[in-house]
Each structure stands twice: as structure tokens, then as C-alpha cells.
């Protein structure tokens, strides 16, 4: 069970980024998959999360109207498409997922495995 982010990088404010969350070993529809972020000095939050049934959950008031997860299930894959971008959400972002008969949540502790991170960079 592998998951490997990636789309991460450095974009001025406004700008738009979109990560990918690819796995393998698994098929991920079959599982909730979320995404969280990390900023230096800072705890890791969750940020969204789409269920098996395709649910959709935005975790952060912050990111409501700006952040869209979505999921390819021909690829695979799972996307989080950051818009209107902010410095505040310079971070590293991560996938993670649970076993399948879970739910989706923002509590880090209850996803099993996770990816390496994608750094995102807000700046000018």
C-alpha cells in the first residue's frame, strides 16, 4: 500500500495549485481519503476528505470556496485543486487514508497511511 503526493511548489498569492494524491497497492475509491497540512510550528490539521460514496468535506473555514477535493477512480487518484491562494497556507500537504470501513475525519491520528508530503509555497 503506497501513496505518493505531488504537484506541490511555489506560487504567488492568488495563485492556483493542484495536488495529486496517487495510490497503489490499493484502490483507493474503496477507502476515505483525506488531506491534511502542516505548517512549521504548528500541529497538522485536515483540510478535506472524500469518502467512499464520494462524499466531500472541507475542514478548515479558511479554505471553504478555494479548496476542491476530487477523485479519478480510472487514475487512481485523488486530487485537492487550491485556489485564490494565500501565504497563510504555505504548508506541507499530505494524503492519507484508513481502512475502508471507516468514515472520513480531520483527526490526523485516525489515517493509517500516509504519504511523504508535497510542499506548497505561498509567496511574492
Known amino acids: 500500500l503506497q501513496i505518493v503526493e505531488s504537484g506541490g511548489g511555489l506560487v504567488q498569492p492568488g495563485g492556483s495549485l493542484r495536488l495529486s494524491c496517487a495510490a497503489s497497492?490499493?484502490?483507493?475509491?474503496?477507502?476515505?481519503i483525506g488531506w491534511f497540512r502542516q505548517a512549521p510550528g504548528k500541529e497538522r490539521e485536515g483540510v478535506s476528505c472524500?469518502?467512499?460514496?464520494?462524499?466531500?468535506?472541507n475542514y478548515l473555514h479558511s479554505v471553504k470556496g478555494r479548496f476542491t477535493i476530487s477523485r479519478d477512480s480510472a487514475k487512481n487518484t485523488v486530487y485537492l485543486q487550491m485556489d485564490s491562494l494565500h501565504p497563510e497556507d504555505t504548508a506541507i500537504y499530505y494524503c492519507?487514508?484508513?481502512?475502508?470501513?471507516?468514515?472520513?475525519?480531520?483527526?490526523?491520528?485516525?489515517?493509517?497511511?500516509w504519504g511523504q508530503g508535497t510542499q506548497v509555497t505561498v509567496s511574492s
Open positions: 492519507a487514508t484508513r481502512p475502508a470501513y471507516y468514515s472520513c475525519s480531520n483527526y490526523s491520528s485516525y489515517f493509517t497511511s
Open positions: 472524500i469518502s467512499r460514496t464520494g462524499l466531500t468535506l
Open positions: 497497492g490499493f484502490i483507493l475509491e474503496y477507502h476515505p
